[in-house]
């Protein structure tokens, strides 16, 4: 594995994709080309964008590493926020060619080894890039055989990212796909683009997964205190219990 930088290293843009109405994926690679350490699924990519503008002097921001791990090209999936300065920068301004400062992928929100309990991760909105580098990792390495389930809990179909991806994961290994949407639109079709409507309650998790499971979950506050809350009353093991906040962290209890 390539060893870890310190301090800033530069990487350039080399490719944009829009996922769905509001999340743009950013893929970077090293200036030189040179190879970039392998981050551990969860990890999160600080950096500044490089600009002349003072408004964004300084601004440093961390985005969840939403690819399989490699040391070949990093890939973080942005939403844009409303008054979201560095979001909306990304998307209107960040060009193919364009520079980065960006510091070693780091953060403690990943994977446990050497367990044999099934996986769930569960996602809200744009949660799901932390899960999705985890189930790429889970899916790819062939020594793992445990059961898990990937649920995603999204609005609907323009907001449904990553939907390519995971359809392909499931159908090449042992992953359970699990879709939610809260309000599906008109043209959405159950049972198609998506599995239940409604929300990821307690009910659902004590009859669908098994609650001796490693949990895993990433998303809004409320999505994520709300799940908190129904696995401690089913009774799961709170050393089973692992979840990333964006921004600041909050009382889950």
């Not at 890939?75 to 300065?85: A, C, D, P």
């Not at 580098?133 to 449904?160: C, D, P």
């Not at 990212?161 to 499931?170: C, G, I, N, T």
Request: net charge neutral; proline share 5%; with cysteine.
């Amino acid at each position: 594995m390539n060893s870890k930088w310190i301090g800033f290293k530069e990487l350039v843009l080399v490719d944009r994709v829009k996922e769905c109405d509001d999340i743009v994926s950013f893929y970077f690679k090293s200036v030189d080309d040179s190879k970039l350490p392998i981050h551990e699924p969860g990890q999160y990519l600080p950096f500044k964008i490089k600009t002349d503008d003072a408004k964004y002097k300084d601004e440093l921001r961390t985005y969840s590493l939403s690819m399989a791990p490699n040391e070949s090209i990093y890939r973080i999936s942005v939403k844009k926020i409303q008054n979201g300065l560095i979001s909306t920068y990304l998307h209107e301004n960040l060009n193919i060619g364009d520079k980065i400062d960006a510091m070693a992928p780091c953060g403690l929100f990943t994977l446990k080894e050497n367990k044999s309990n099934p996986i769930v991760l569960i996602s809200g909105g744009i949660g799901i890039t932390p899960l999705l580098s985890m189930v790429y990792k889970l899916s790819i390495n062939k020594k793992i055989n445990r059961e898990i389930y990937f649920i995603q809990a999204v609005q609907n179909s323009t907001q449904h990212a990553f939907r390519y991806d995971l359809d392909k994961l499931s159908e090449i290994s042992n992953i359970k796909n699990i879709v939610f949407y809260s309000n599906p639109l008109k043209g959405d079709i159950n049972g198609k683009d998506y599995d239940f409507t409604g929300y990821i309650t307690e009910d659902w998790i004590s009859k669908n997964v098994p609650l001796n499971s490693e949990f895993y979950f990433c998303g809004p506050p409320i999505f994520m205190k709300s799940l908190n809350k129904s696995l401690i009353n089913l009774g799961v093991d709170k050393k089973n219990i692992n979840y990333e906040f964006f921004g600041e962290p909050t009382d889950m209890e």
